[in-house]
């Protein structure tokens, strides 16, 4: 990838990310009592993150050929999510539940270790 | 200008954020340098951008080659949470005069935690404020340099440390379960998504997903606020 076009990609992530921040300040000030706006306020970032997840799991398949052949990191990836959501029942700290989960999904991936 | 004590005090506020900001931005810049992303544009990247999930799911985009309105849109749609944020500072960021822009630049969502947790009588302090958004965005930097420089010349073994990201996002969702209690965000995430990865090719997946259960959600607010012009018929 070529200086320019790496520079152009992140001037638009750069751009986008702060159209969101600043929006509200500019166009919303008068508009932030609008059913519409509490209505997705609400909903759409409980949405996005559950999305987020299923897309970030997308690589474990185990129905794609109507049998068990999950891609090789797909077992390692979803009992590494469990530890997280476990981690994060018990002791509900962040930085516990990301580094623990991760750590198990490292060791796992890097010993070649699957059920 | 400013004591030391003003930026001590920011700083002891800043300590739990620079406790998640240094390892998460490590983990950003060695994943960078892990795709093939040169160590001044992982930093460039913290410089400018500044999104956690964000800049992630930027190296995603750029490892698999997405177009760019794929990523403006992708990357909107990810921060549409920080569209929120903005609303409930509208009144408190008033007067910060100079320091405005960067207060709404830094504003992520550790700041706004940080910011919106300060003691009444120093909610108006936009210097605080500004120091705050600073420090935390130093914290961030620094930990992707880190990171980028430690991915880049040792021979450290980082098979697998892009599942930080996923690990972001789970916690993230049980976060916002246990804020809201209810179902529908997430059976609606649940369809779309598993349509979405039955039906879509990779590279349109989210876009299709999260598109998918925008229109469900504007359907359901259709549903449950019937337009004025019906209720006003006699």
Redesign the interface.
């Known amino acids: ?1 070529s200086h320019a076009s ?20 500019v166009a ?2 008068r508009q ?1 009592e609008h ?3 509490l ?20 690589d474990f ?1 185990p129905l794609a050929e109507g049998q068990l052949n999950a891609s090789a ?1 797909g077992w ?2 979803i009992l ?2 469990l530890a ?2 476990l981690l ?2 018990w002791r509900r700290n ?2 516990l ?3 623990g ?2 750590a198990a ?6 010993l070649g270790w699957s059920p | 200008m400013s004591s030391p004590n003003a930026w001590r005090e920011a700083g002891t506020l800043t300590v739990p954020v620079m ?2 900001y240094l ?2 931005g490590a ?1 950003f810049g060695i994943l960078a340098i892990e795709v ?3 160590v001044w ?1 992982a930093l ?2 913290s410089l ?4 956690g ?3 992630f799911l ?1 190296v995603a985009l ?1 490892a698999a080659g997405a177009g ?1 309105v794929e ?2 849109v992708a ?13 409930s500072l ?1 009144k408190r ?1 008033q007067g910060a005069g100079w320091r405005k822009p960067y207060l ?2 830094s ?1 992520t969502d550790e700041t706004y935690s940080l910011l919106t947790t300060l003691p009444p009588e120093r909610a108006r302090d936009h210097a605080l404020a500004f120091r705050i958004g600073l420090l935390n965005q130093a914290w961030w930097v620094l930990g992707s340099l880190a990171g980028a420089l430690i991915g880049s010349t040792l021979a450290f ?5 892009e ?15 246990r804020r ?1 209690r209810q179902a ?3 059976v ?3 369809a ?3 349509g979405a ?1 039955l039906l879509l090719p ?1 590279r349109h ?2 876009l299709g ?2 598109g998918a ?2 229109l469900v ?1 504007l359907a ?2 259709r549903r ?2 019937p337009s004025r012009t019906q209720e006003s018929r006699p």
């Open positions: 990838m790496l520079l152009l990609f992140i001037a638009v992530c750069a751009l986008a990310t702060f159209a969101t921040r600043v929006i509200p300040f919303l000030a932030a059913p519409l706006i209505h997705l306020g609400r909903y759409l970032p409980p949405t996005v993150m559950m999305i987020l997840v299923i897309y970030a799991l997308r398949r990191t390692p990836m590494a999510s997280v959501v994060h029942l962040p930085l539940s990301i580094i989960g991760t999904y490292m060791a796992m991936v890097q | 406790f998640g390892p998460l983990a093939g992303i040169p544009a460039l990247m400018a951008i500044y999104a999930a964000g800049q930027a750029l760019l990523v403006a990357t909107l749609m990810l921060n549409s949470r920080h569209l929120f944020y903005g609303l509208l960021f709404i630049f504003l073994d980082s098979r697998g440390i599942f930080a990201l996923t690990a972001l996002f789970i916690v993230l969702t049980l976060e916002q379960a809201l529908l965000p997430f609606i995430a649940l779309t998504g598993l990865l990779d997946l989210l997903a999260i259960a925008s959600l359901h607010y449950k606020h």
